[in-house]
């Protein structure tokens, strides 16, 4: 079973950039799809971006962060990294990971219920 832990996290400012990683161990990695998520106080959990898992390779984003924020995956070392830029207050929020496997559709690695497997989150906390 694969467990993930997200690093990376802090205060930054207004147009600051940002570097999350996802760590894993456990279970065969690259089998996994990956998405990141955020969770803003007194708001649902939201999708930001995901990375599908095994054979070809597929990237999907969030609107809100699109142009901004980019997702890659190191299958050698088990992570799967989170580039924020242009951050704003907005993107002010903890931030999960979480994997799952079995499927490459967005309408499926955008949703948080398919992940069976979650990281205990880090803050990401923008200043104006």
């Known amino acids: 079973q694969v467990q993930l832990a997200e690093s990376g996290g802090g205060l930054v400012q207004a147009g600051d950039s940002l570097r999350l990683s996802c760590a894993a161990s456990g279970g065969t990695f690259s089998s996994y799809a990956v998405g990141w998520f955020r969770q803003a106080p007194g708001k649902e959990r939201e999708f930001v971006l995901a990375i599908s898992g095994g054979g070809p390779q597929f990237t999907y984003y969030a609107d809100a962060v699109k142009g901004r924020f980019t997702i890659s995956r190191d299958n050698a070392k088990n992570t799967v990294d989170l580039q924020m830029n242009s951050l704003n207050p907005d993107d002010t929020a903890v931030y999960y990971c979480?994997?799952?496997?079995?499927?490459?559709?967005?309408?499926?690695?955008?949703?948080?219920?398919?992940?069976?497997?979650w990281g205990q989150g880090t803050q990401v906390t923008v200043s104006s």
């Open positions: 979480a994997a799952g496997i079995g499927s490459r559709l967005k309408t499926t690695l955008s949703r948080a219920t398919w992940y069976p497997h």
